[in-house]
């Protein structure tokens, strides 16, 4: 337990690092900063995937060359793994155009 309490305050920090590093792009996702404050990282996270509609933050880090700014490229860390289910992992890697794992994901 002390594990997935320890990595969602990392992945919670990470959230809100995605902000600074999209404001210094010039992008600033208010809506998306506040849902993170609203209801932490990883609840944001689980919100976001839950959806069909592609939010409009991945599109314009998409569009700036930073994906690695986005939340499906944080769910599918490593360190953040048990944090998500496989299908948020799945869809996650669907949204970012990245083939699924030969041998499963768990």
């Known amino acids: 337990m002390a594990d997935d309490t320890d990595a ?3 992945f919670d920090a990470a ?3 995605i902000y600074d590093g999209a404001a210094r792009l010039g992008y600033r996702p208010t809506r998306f900063v506040e849902m993170v ?3 932490g990282g990883v609840e944001t996270a689980h919100r976001l995937l839950a ?3 592609i939010q409009d933050g ?7 060359g930073r994906l690695d700014l986005t939340v ?3 769910v599918l860390r490593p360190e953040y793994r048990l944090l998500f289910s496989a299908l948020e992992r799945q869809v ?5 155009g990245i083939p699924e794992p030969v041998e499963g994901d768990g």
């Open 8 to 10: 969602a305050r990392r």
């Open 15 to 17: 959230m809100r690092a």
């Open 37 to 39: 404050g609203e209801y």
């Open 51 to 53: 959806t069909d509609k």
């Open 58 to 64: 991945l599109a314009q880090l998409f569009l700036l």
């Open 72 to 74: 499906e490229n944080h």
């Open 92 to 96: 996650a890697r669907r949204r970012l």
